[in-house]
């Protein structure tokens, strides 16, 4: 969620620069496509968990950044849900109003035919560029970090409940 914020926030200052400007619907385009290259690279560098990442989609339901580039600038309107009738975009746009985390299903890199991986996403929205910023982790990242976070917890508790008892006994 933190990367997802300092994304969205780089994005906010650019409609920010562009509002001051008054720029023009046609220059619009040209300043949008920019950004885009501009945030490519770094968006791409970011990885979240073992494989996850962030993607942006338009309004329109194009694929802007995506780390599959055979997606990108694809309309996923009719894009369904693995396993569902559900809509992608549909779902997606849903979660964001109700400020939900959005669950689903997704292929993985080195099992792309294979749609079967869950996956959570968090949903941020740009108005002025009409932009939805996703940033998408698969659930077994997240289950691992936190048996990481439990385990050191407990070594710690550990830890500190062995000074104690050494503390005590002097």
Avoid: C
Wanted: charged share 30%; net charge positive.
């Amino acid at each position: 969620k933190i990367q997802l914020d300092r994304i969205s926030a780089l994005i906010d200052s650019k409609e920010e620069y562009l509002k001051k400007t008054k720029i023009i619907k046609q220059e619009l385009v040209k300043e949008e496509k920019k950004i885009i290259l501009e945030l490519s690279p770094l968006i791409e560098s970011i990885i979240l968990g073992d494989k996850g990442y962030i993607f942006i989609l338009n309004g329109k339901n194009e694929l802007l950044i995506h780390k599959d580039e055979n997606l990108l600038g694809k309309d996923l309107s009719s894009l369904k849900e693995f396993g569902t009738e559900k809509l992608i975009v549909k779902s997606l746009k849903n979660a964001y109003k109700k400020n939900k985390p959005w669950h689903y299903q997704w292929n993985k890199p080195g099992d792309l035919k294979n749609f079967s991986y869950k996956k959570v996403a968090w949903i941020n929205y740009n108005k002025f560029f009409d932009w939805y910023i996703v940033s998408s982790i698969y659930k077994e990242d997240l289950e691992l970090k936190s048996q990481k976070i439990n385990s050191m917890i407990i070594n710690i508790s550990i830890i500190i409940l062995g000074i104690l008892i050494f503390l005590s006994i002097l």
